[in-house]
């Protein structure tokens, strides 16, 4: 349609991070100074974070070419070869998007989405806009079939139908528990009060998950379209984002969006010409991973401290201000549009039994392509770990897949031809979660993971409940005397003992599922508790604590600078002699290391 | 501290009435008031709590329970390492030890010139790019522990905000 050339600039969070603001402008100066005419535009995240920054260049007729890794230096040079030439350099092209003419000697490209090993195996609804609209730009979502699901609801559906639609889909909460997604809608539908809200959870605080950033600042509309046929469904009138904080593009394109679906009459009074009004407003966190709880979370909108509080009542019946709330995860509603506009049918044909539809996953950790995935459920967790993402980098071997984030658990190798769905990853001890994957390989220590994410649950502990504040305490305790080298033999079973005490019997989601991560390294990986308590060894080499540092004696010259620089003396040996480190005296403070020239010295565990 | 006394009350005010209407306003208004005085002072959160006819209590209540508040004055610049897990897997600890041994302070202090503080943030949600760093709203991403220093330098004369 365009006859100009256009250029697109992944401009997410992690592409503006990866330098995307200068690649940008150094693309602008090249065109400036070139007399180019070609329409320079900015797109969010299409996901393949490992290649950031990521520049697509298209000319009128031809695919859509899809540079990666490109550099301030470099980027003039591809931009004019391309546009002026029609030279494309191997060395940035990663592949082509759609169809055209191309010269014959460009033939052997691969398709980015079907060809490249990173897209193969995805399946992108909720993803697909991301990557390819103007996320500040509503024409460009509209032109996508956006908002047409919504007209299609207020103007031929009844609320009641709407509400069979999403429940025959078989979509569920993709915020972690999986709830059936119409039943809530249901729930909150035959709730009876004057007034009713649509709230959507965009906190994700689960540290290593990024999908609803994401599609946040890829693709705002397609949450908000979401939300307008929630509200439409329950009879809410007036809808919350709750945005964490931490993500101030994610916010600010969410306000821009909200402006322009409100010119459009997408939002607002009387949409459609319809009598449905809706109204949106963003709201923020101020930093507090409990607020990702629903209670808690409503509790923060309202202006208060955000403490869970016991359900029942669920939000469904009482939720913000009181009144019936519709709440769901960023994600859920995304898919909304898509399970209207292609029907309910078509959707539950992916999937599994029990999980329909796909998931987003943020792949991070020691893979050799992090990014953002979008698989059908289902799929293996081997398929993602060494299709999608490429095996463990520098060709390490695997050791553990941690999925859910702090609420979730460590899966083991041999567990790795799970599918992905909900039940499964439950059963394994793990959980779905927002969608973090977090790859670990054999540098991985075990327990320092446990006690990594216990200290994180451990800080945000609310402190309304005594289990989850006390509990998490003392088991965090335990593991950091047991990293320390310091472990007692009957540890193991008093963390045991006490996760399923907390689990049991804490008051929120936060402390029933904070033990997670310790019960399953601790039923996959018992051995490396004892490894640690018993041995005092950290194979992994990560516990510094268990380690010691060893001169090699093939390498080392005796040049003496380890032995003058020890702030406590524990090296000692003769000029020109190998030179040896007393264990019992050493600090373990690593100064020897950064004065070897001879790189003879190294922690051994 | 001295600040304190000519603490400027038409803000509050200015803040106060742009949020008034609204339910459930407290933490936007105190989300504006940290952007204009750096942090929240006491005497300004005591001029709030008269104007919202809310106990005092409750307002520090809410700013201790968000870590997004502070009641201490701030550097110019805001150091936050991510302690997420995608950066612990990818060697974080390396870069806070640089850090530390850099500005000789410890995670939630401020530099005694008042040029950084250094925090530490749960996940900036640039996993695929771990281990990363945001100061101020910069995000540096693929860090290594040598590239610290130089970063650093960048901010320490005077403005930062060239990247
Ligand atoms: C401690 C804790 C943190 C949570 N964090 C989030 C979160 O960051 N994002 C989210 O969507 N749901 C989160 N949840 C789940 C929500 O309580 C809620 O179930 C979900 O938002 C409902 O939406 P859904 O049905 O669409 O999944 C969290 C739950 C707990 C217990
Ligand atoms: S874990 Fe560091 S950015 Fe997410």
């Known amino acids: 349609m365009t006859a100009k050339p256009k250029i697109v600039v992944g401009l997410g969070t992690c592409g503006i991070a990866a330098g995307g603001r200068e690649i940008y402008n150094a693309i602008e100066k090249a065109l400036t100074e070139n007399n180019i005419d070609a329409e320079l535009t900015q797109t969010g995240c299409i996901g393949a974070c490992e290649n950031e920054v990521l520049v697509d260049i298209a000319k009128p007729g031809q695919p859509r070419i899809s540079y990666g890794k490109v550099t301030e230096e470099k980027i003039g040079e591809v931009v004019t070869n391309h546009l002026l030439h029609d030279k494309i350099d191997r060395e940035f092209a990663l592949g082509k998007i759609g169809e055209g003419e191309l010269s014959a000697e460009y033939d052997d490209l691969p398709y980015f989405f079907t060809d490249l090993p990173f897209y193969e195996k995805q399946v992108r609804l909720c993803l697909r806009n991301c990557g390819f609209i103007n996320p500040e730009k509503i024409d460009e979502y509209v032109e996508r079939d956006g908002y047409q699901a919504l007209k299609q609801v207020i103007t031929e559906m009844k609320p009641e139908e709407v509400v069979e639609v999403i429940k025959s889909s078989g979509l569920r909460g993709r915020g972690g528990g999986g709830f059936s997604t119409g039943m809530k809608w249901q729930f909150t539908m035959n709730a009876v009060g004057d007034k009713k809200y649509v709230v959507c959870n965009a906190d994700e605080g689960d540290p290593g998950a990024f999908m609803d950033r994401s599609i946040l600042e890829g693709d705002p509309h397609s949450v908000m379209e979401g939300m307008a046929i929630a509200g439409y469904a329950v009879g809410a009138d007036e809808g919350y984002i709750y945005c964490r904080a931490e993500y101030p593009l994610a916010v600010n394109r969410l306000k821009m969006a909200i402006e322009q679906a409100k010119e459009k009459n997408f939002l607002g009074d009387n949409i459609f010409g319809t009598d449905f009004s809706f109204n949106l407003k963003v709201k923020e966190g101020a930093g507090a991973f409990v607020c990702g709880e629903e209670t808690a979370l409503l509790m923060s909108i309202e202006g208060k401290r955000g403490m869970p509080r016991p359900r029942p009542p669920f939000p469904a019946n009482e939720g913000l201000f009181g009144k019936p709330t519709c709440l769901n995860n960023v994600e859920t509603f995304a898919n909304v549009p898509v399970v209207i506009l292609d029907g309910p049918e078509k959707f539950a044909s992916i999937g599994t039994e029990g999980s329909k539809g796909t998931k987003v996953f943020a792949l991070t950790g020691s893979i050799n392509r992090t990014g953002l995935a979008e698989v059908p459920m289902g799929i293996t967790l081997e398929e993602v770990v060494y299709d999608v993402a490429g095996g463990i980098i520098d060709d390490g071997k695997f050791k553990a897949v941690q999925a859910g984030g702090p609420s979730g658990g460590c899966i083991p190798e041999d567990l790795l031809h799970l599918p992905i769905d909900y039940d499964s990853l439950t059963e394994a001890g793990a959980m779905m979660g927002s969608g973090g994957l977090v790859v670990m390989g054999e540098d991985t220590c075990m327990v320092d993971i446990a006690r990594y994410f216990l200290s994180f649950t451990q800080i945000e502990s609310c402190g309304k409940c005594t289990p989850c504040r006390e509990g998490t305490k003392r088991m965090l305790e335990i593991l950091e005397r047991i990293v320390a080298g310091e472990g007692k033999p009957d540890d193991i079973e008093k963390l045991k003992t006490l996760g399923e005490a907390i689990s049991a019997t804490a008051l929120c989601g936060l402390g029933q599922t904070a033990p997670n991560p310790v019960l399953t390294t601790l039923r996959y990986f018992q051995e490396e508790y004892e490894q640690h308590i018993f041995d005092k060894r950290c194979v992994a080499g990560i516990c510094v604590d268990l380690m010691f540092y060893l001169i090699d004696a093939e390498l080392c010259n005796g040049c003496g600078r380890c032995r003058k620089a020890c702030p406590v003396s524990a090296i000692s040996g003769d000029k020109k002699e190998v030179h040896v480190i007393d264990k019992e005296t050493c600090i373990k403070c690593g100064v020897c290391v950064e004065k070897c020239k001879q790189e003879a010295i190294s922690l051994q565990s | ?163």
């Not at chain 2, 201790?64 to 805001?78: A, D, E, N, V, W």
């Not at chain 2, 945001?134 to 650093?152: E, F, K, Q, S």
């Open chain 2, 1 to 163: 501290m001295k600040a304190e006394n000519d603490l400027n009350y038409a803000a509050i005010d200015n803040i106060y009435d742009t949020w008034k209407s609204q339910k459930g306003a407290l933490i936007p208004m105190l989300q504006e008031m940290q952007e204009e005085f750096g942090y929240l002072p006491r005497t300004a959160l005591e001029y709030l709590a008269k104007k919202l006819h809310q106990p005092i209590s409750q307002i520090y209540g809410v700013c201790t329970f968000y870590s997004q508040f502070h009641l201490k004055p701030r550097g110019k610049h805001i150091i936050r390492v991510c302690q997420g897990t995608a950066c612990h897997v990818r060697g974080i600890a390396k870069i806070a030890t640089a850090l530390e041994e850099e500005l000789e302070v410890p995670v939630g202090d401020t530099t005694e010139d008042l040029l950084f503080t250094y925090e530490s943030v749960a996940c900036v949600g640039c996993c695929g790019l771990a281990p990363v760093m945001m100061i101020d709203d910069v995000t540096y991403g693929r860090l290594n522990a040598a590239a610290v220093p130089d970063i650093l330098k960048k901010y320490e004369g005077g403005e930062g905000n060239d990247s």
